[in-house]
T-cell receptor
Framework: ETGVTQTPRHLVMGMTNKKSLKCEQH?????MYWYKQSAKKPLELMFV???????ENNSVPSRFSPECPNSSHLFLHLHTLQPEDSALYLC???????????FGPGTRLTVL | AQSVTQLDSHVSVSEGTPVLLRCNYS??????LFWYVQHPNKGLQLLLK??????LVKGINGFEAEFKKSETSFHLTKPSAHMSDAAEYFC???????????????FGSGTQLTVLP
């Protein structure tokens, strides 16, 4: 595997379910990001981890819970989501202190 | 504070004709600027990046962008469009003012490029 991978690529869940999104980067980076991409809206930064510490949480509802166990892996735990949370969730990574972020293919989430 | 404005939400060109996607930015600092491309149901791919070296930046797939400080613009161009260029394009500015080791990006709202046969 190369670059940034995300699993699953598609996820359908009910509002009472609990699921997790996984991101893995194979680039030797040490900063990782979660973004939400909704139709007709600019990309929204959700969480930032740098050197495995969360450095940003952009007023994201608590039903989204990130986890970064090491510099290569990032998770987004989901519980009691709402239909408006349906979106493409993108993971990205970078070398801490640099600008360029590399994105994964995304997870298309549908909340019923 | 920084911001990015993509002046066209949709651009349509014929195959083989030039492409121009317009972007204006606002930044208090000397910015890093990027163009990313997103094909349907895919993630974002980096096309090119400006970091205060040469003002004309060459990217992948024949794309280029010119940084014009006086106009606060960073327009994306390609001499001849190909069908495979049909995608959404995002202009992005980096917040060098953010403290800490993780730089934050501000994305434009995107320009959907359609290439007609």
């Amino acid at each position: 595997e190369t670059g940034v991978t995300q699993t699953p690529r598609h996820l359908v869940m009910g509002m009472t379910n609990k699921k997790s999104l996984k991101c893995e980067q194979h680039l030797g980076h040490n900063a990782m990001y979660w973004y939400k991409q909704s139709a007709k809206k600019p990309l929204e930064l959700m969480f930032v981890y740098s050197l495995e510490e969360r450095v940003e949480n952009n007023s994201v509802p608590s039903r989204f819970s990130p986890e970064c166990p090491n510099s290569s892996h990032l998770f987004l735990h989901l519980h009691t989501l709402q239909p408006e949370d349906s979106a493409l969730y993108l993971c990205a990574s970078s070398q801490a202190g640099t600008d360029t972020q590399y994105f994964g293919p995304g997870t298309r989430l549908t909340v019923l | 504070a920084q911001s990015v404005t993509q002046l066209d939400s949709h651009v349509s060109v014929s195959e083989g004709t030039p492409v121009l996607l317009r972007c204006n930015y606002s930044s208090s600092y000397s910015p890093s600027l990027f163009w990313y491309v997103q094909h349907p149901n895919k993630g974002l791919q980096l096309l090119l990046k400006y970091t205060s070296a040469a003002t004309l930046v060459k990217g992948i797939n024949g794309f280029e962008a010119e940084f014009k400080k006086s106009e606060t613009s960073f327009h994306l161009t390609k001499p001849s469009a190909h069908m495979s260029d049909a995608a959404e394009y995002f202009c992005v500015v980096s917040d060098k003012s953010s403290s800490g080791s993780a730089r934050q990006l501000t994305f434009g709202s995107g320009t959907q490029l359609t290439v007609l046969p």
